[in-house]
């Protein structure tokens, strides 16, 4: 490829940076809209309730979302508006999207690469506005592609080098600050520069250098506090690809099926299109090498991890696809544009998103799709995540005198149950698996006092078996659920727990 095709390209047609601001616009009140309508689910209502103690780093993942998180709760309240920075932080990354597609491939394909990221499932849901890390990390890895660009398809002179290396630095430490997974994309751009024989003279440059420098320092707390936690974050993570004994590819194909799912089959199409053109490609054009480089690791590694490993998510490879819609947008673009009117496709894949929410959105409200239908042995309906669990605030138990603390059983039982009765209530938890939870509080703090066990209902027998040494008395199990629509949909026990003697062994912290 010559030096001119490898240029970043101007800024484009002023109309597409104003289609792309209203495509921005638009999905945004999507967002807001499908957000004010469901309620905190499982992993959002934790990371809020753990997100309540400030501190250097946390167990499940680094710090960054849970500090804006904390943040957020503090103006907006423990409810569904604490989702408004993450809407937000949304809406700037689907601009530095556009910016670096236009920047690389020209405003069409920038406009294509915009739609279709909005357009598909989870980036439109979980990535675009829920309380999860997948939003800081997002936008500091598109921050941190855009300056890369400008790098190497650019002509930066000698006193900007020095800037822009080090605002690489500055954004992949805050994608380090957001998720572990922040290291793939950076593994992926150490390959393209040795595979771009172009880009081998950064190596030989101090400014890289630098501005690796610079994200260590920022993620330092995140080794600080592992350090004071004897490393259990990271040995958490690093477990989850352990070997099981054995090969399983239906594992793989599970994965795989759940990726095309949750980037939706007409999006998936443009995508695998993109990377195969890429791939294609790679060796006469840098810029597709680029970000086949900065996709390709994460969706290798969590792809194939499953095929060894008991674990894996179809959402863990998803920052490796954040970096195929750009080469969707060229691929649609270039190929697909040219030849057909994509109106309908792009009308027909909102209108395929808005209704897909609105079915999930009835479903967690009101149940209709399994009071007529039932589920498959085995299946579990996702929308009961979406339910809070307030009705906990008007049982006679907590309705007087608030019991000195709450023991759950369960992480996810946790958070709902913390953002039920407010931070007022210490909520501990009894399991082997106890996460986050750990660290809010210890039962060694409430020695002697008096507290209620929250637990499923079929877990009253366990309860009682495995709880009763560390108090004075169990009482009598009160039953209540958790209702949809009048209905009960999840039933639990509270059981009255009298004078803790001793405290229960966890895990961590040690």
């Known amino acids: 490829m010559t030096r001119e095709r490898a240029r970043v390209q101007g800024p484009g047609d002023p109309a597409s940076a104003h289609i792309a601001l209203g495509l921005i616009g638009a999905f945004a009140l999507a967002r807001l809209a499908l957000d004010v309508s469901l309620g905190l689910g499982a992993d959002e209502a934790y990371t809020v309730a753990v997100s309540r103690r400030l501190a250097l780093s946390y167990f499940d993942h680094p710090p960054l979302h849970q500090w804006l998180a904390h943040y957020s709760a503090l103006v907006f309240g423990e409810g569904v ?14 601009w530095l999207v556009y910016a670096l597609t236009r920047d690389l491939f020209g405003a069409p394909a920038a406009l294509w690469a915009l739609f279709a990221l909005n357009a598909s499932a989870f980036f439109f849901a979980s990535a675009g506005g829920w309380v999860v890390p997948d939003g800081c990390l997002l936008l500091a890895l598109a921050a941190a592609a855009l300056v890369l660009a400008k790098l190497f398809f650019g002509e930066p002179d000698s006193a900007s080098i020095w800037r822009l290396w080090l605002a690489v630095g500055f954004w992949l ?67 989850r690809g352990a070997s099981d004994g054995g090969l399983r590819p239906d594992h793989v194909a599970t994965i795989v099926v759940g990726q095309i799912a949750l980037l939706t089959p007409w999006i998936f199409a443009a995508l695998l299109g993109g990377l195969v053109a890429a791939a294609r490609r790679a060796r006469a054009d840098e810029r597709r090498l680029f970000l086949l480089c900065l996709a390709a690791p994460a969706i290798l590694v969590f792809t194939l991890t499953p095929l060894w490993s008991a674990r894996g998510l179809p959402h863990w490879p998803m920052p490796g696809w954040f970096f195929a819609f750009p080469l969707a947008g060229a691929f649609v673009a270039d190929g697909w544009a040219r030849r057909f009117d994509l109106r309908p496709w792009a009308i027909g894949a909102c209108a395929a998103l808005a209704l897909i929410a609105t079915i999930f ?89 008096d507290g209620v066990i929250v637990a499923p209902r079929f877990k009253r027998d366990f309860v009682y078996a495995a ?6 008395a169990l009482e009598p199990a009160q039953e209540m659920a958790v209702e949809r629509g009048g209905e009960p949909i999840i039933p639990l026990v509270l059981i009255p727990a009298r004078g803790l003697t001793r405290p229960w062994p966890l895990p961590y912290p040690r």
């Open 361 to 449: 959105v009835a479903q967690a409200r009101t149940g209709w799709i399994t009071q007529w239908l039932s589920l498959p042995a085995g299946a579990v309906d996702p929308t009961i995540e979406t339910l809070d669990w307030n009705a906990l605030r008007a049982s006679p138990m907590f309705a007087g005198a608030k019991p000195a603390f709450v023991v759950s059983l369960k992480w996810s039982d946790a958070g709902k149950i913390a953002l039920a009765l407010g931070p007022q209530t210490p909520v501990l938890i009894y399991s082997d698996d106890p996460r986050g939870i750990a660290f809010l509080d210890r039962p060694s703090n409430h020695l002697g006092q």
């Open 81 to 94: 508006w604490a989702r408004l920075p993450f809407i937000a932080l949304f809406a700037v990354t689907g």
């Open 173 to 239: 430490g805050m994608a380090g600050l957001s998720k572990y997974t922040a290291v793939l994309p950076a593994l992926g751009l150490v390959l393209f520069m040795l595979i771009a024989k172009r880009q081998r003279r950064w190596f030989a440059h101090p400014a890289p250098y630098a501005g690796a420098l610079l994200a260590l320092a920022l993620i330092a707390p995140v080794f600080v506090w592992n350090h004071d936690n004897g490393w259990v974050s990271f040995a958490f993570q690093g477990g």
């Open 467 to 472: 709880l009763a040494p560390y108090f004075d």
